[in-house]
């Protein structure tokens, strides 16, 4: 969806713009204002945040949006844009398109907490199961399909680039928001305490992935045999029933 925004934005359905594509352009800036709202002050305790005496920030954050909404119902015509205004717009709606990912994420974890107290799961085994399939499922479907279009190449670099784009992108952002909207808190990582075990399982499991692929890959000349994608699933299975049966405590394990 948010990729459809983007290019909704970008040059309009099939490359044409129209008069309802100015009028979505023009009328955006107000909710992305109240989207900024939700996500950099707590969600909804943003809308009781005054600047100094009565007057609440998403007022003038409103103000600011209303008055975008002005500058573009001038600068934006029903026919094609002129192309700085179509970066600008693309740009600010992949920005937005990042922040409703931001926000729906943080809805399924918040939803993933709220099924481990109610069916007493650890949140940690919906993590490492309901959550992490819903959250490869799309680029598994995306690369096989891509893969059977005839484009092998391009869906065995997906599979790297996808989760390369999440663990850098998803991670720095995720950081920097948390560090600028806790700032002066102090946040101590102690990686010897039980709960890193998962995450310490997690790197043993993803070098050996890493390392053996490269191995093979080398050593096939790109052209990796059956076998060896048939033994990475069960690498998989493997690492998930370890990691279900140590949040469990039925087979705790113990890292250095």
């Known amino acids: 969806v948010c990729a459809c925004v983007c290019v909704f934005v970008f040059g309009g359905q099939g490359g044409h713009w129209s008069e309802w594509h100015r009028w979505f352009a023009v009328t955006s800036p107000i909710p992305m204002m109240i989207l900024l709202v939700v996500i950099c002050r707590s969600y909804w305790a943003g809308f009781t945040v005054d600047l100094g ?8 954050l409103m103000i600011i949006g209303f008055l975008l909404s002005i500058v573009l119902f001038f600068l934006v015509s029903s026919k094609q844009p002129h192309w700085i205004m179509q970066i600008v717009l693309g740009v600010a709606a992949f920005v937005m398109s990042i922040a409703w990912m931001y926000l729906i994420a943080n809805e399924v974890v918040s939803l993933m907490q709220a099924m481990g107290l109610l069916f007493g799961v650890d949140t940690a085994i919906l993590g490492l199961t309901v959550l992490a399939i819903g959250n490869s499922v ?6 096989t399909a891509v893969a059977r279009a005839g484009k ?49 399982l997690s790197w043993i499991i993803l070098a050996i992935s890493l390392v053996s692929t490269l191995t093979v890959f080398v050593v096939s000349r790109f052209n990796p045999p059956r076998w060896y994608g048939v033994s990475l699933i069960y690498l998989y299975v493997v690492f998930m029933v370890f990691s279900v049966l140590d949040e469990a405590n039925i087979v705790p394990m113990h890292f250095a």
Not at 53 to 60: E, I, N, S, T, V
Not at 138 to 143: E, I, N
Not at 161 to 189: C, E
Request: charged share 15%; net charge negative.
């Open 53 to 60: 005496g009565d007057f609440p920030l998403f007022a003038l």
């Open 138 to 143: 799309g680029d598994w479907v995306a690369d």
């Open 152 to 200: 092998p190449g391009m869906g065995v670099a997906s599979c790297f680039g996808s989760p390369l784009l999440n663990d850098v992108l998803g991670l720095s952002i995720s950081l920097l928001v948390t560090f600028a909207t806790r700032s002066g808190h102090t946040f101590i990582f102690d990686i010897h305490l039980s709960s890193f075990n998962e995450v310490k």
